[in-house]
């Protein structure tokens, strides 16, 4: 399982907030997030990716929701 990163548009309630997600894909985390938010999010980030934009400091502002973990089917 791996933690996925979702951010919320500038212009949406919860901007300036980020979901985990802990799945075993980008496609199941992003099947989860859709199910909790519809499309009402902005980006999808890996870990590494997401470990990568805050060493560069983007994000830096940003607060964490709860995280999700994914009940996927063996």
């Known amino acids: 399982m ?13 901007a300036n907030r980020h ?6 894909s980008p496609d199941a985390a992003r099947e989860v997030m859709v199910r909790h ?21 983007f994000f830096k502002n940003n607060q964490p929701l709860e995280t999700i973990y994914c009940q996927e089917e063996a």
């Open 2 to 14: 791996e933690k996925h990163y979702f951010t919320f548009g500038q212009s949406r309630s919860l």
């Open 19 to 24: 979901q985990v997600i802990v799945a075993s």
């Open 37 to 57: 938010f519809g499309w009402d999010w902005a980006f999808q980030y890996t870990e590494k990716e997401w470990n990568g934009f805050k060493e560069e400091g």
